[in-house]
């Protein structure tokens, strides 16, 4: 009789155990670039740090034209062939690294907060 207890209750354990699952992998969060209310993205707290981790690697001083190092990049892009706020999707500095595009990938969090960046009017801020 005790090891009937001892049994069912090692059974009911492993069955509750077994239902509990912890995703280990934090998604990101996804900005919708065409949504008008979405906070404002901040060139030097977002964007640059994107730039530093993917790109400059390649696209430093002395290398790779646009420099994006943290010093140089917002010159570097603020001109018409790497941003158009006009059409913020044919912008070069997002459809190069996007996560389709052909160069060192963007995230799907990093393509759309790009995006958004881009869509907001691109300040340096």
């Not at 059409?87 to 799907?108: D, Q, R």
Request: charged share 15%; hydrophobic share 35%; with cysteine.
């Amino acid at each position: 009789m005790r090891t009937l207890k001892t049994l069912l209750s090692l059974i009911v354990l492993a069955i509750i155990m077994s239902g509990c699952a912890y995703n280990w992998i934090v998604e990101e969060e996804v900005v919708d670039p065409s949504d008008p209310d979405a906070p404002a993205v901040s060139f030097s707290a977002q964007i640059a740090p994107i730039f530093a981790a993917k790109c400059t690697s390649c696209h430093s001083t002395g290398n790779q034209n646009p420099d994006l190092t943290s010093e140089n990049a917002y010159s570097s892009l603020n001109s018409s062939r790497y941003i158009n706020t006009s059409s913020p999707e044919s912008s070069l500095i997002y459809t190069k690294p996007s996560p389709s595009g052909s160069h060192v990938k963007f995230s799907e969090a990093e393509a759309a907060l790009v995006l958004t960046w881009i869509t907001q009017g691109a300040q340096n801020n």
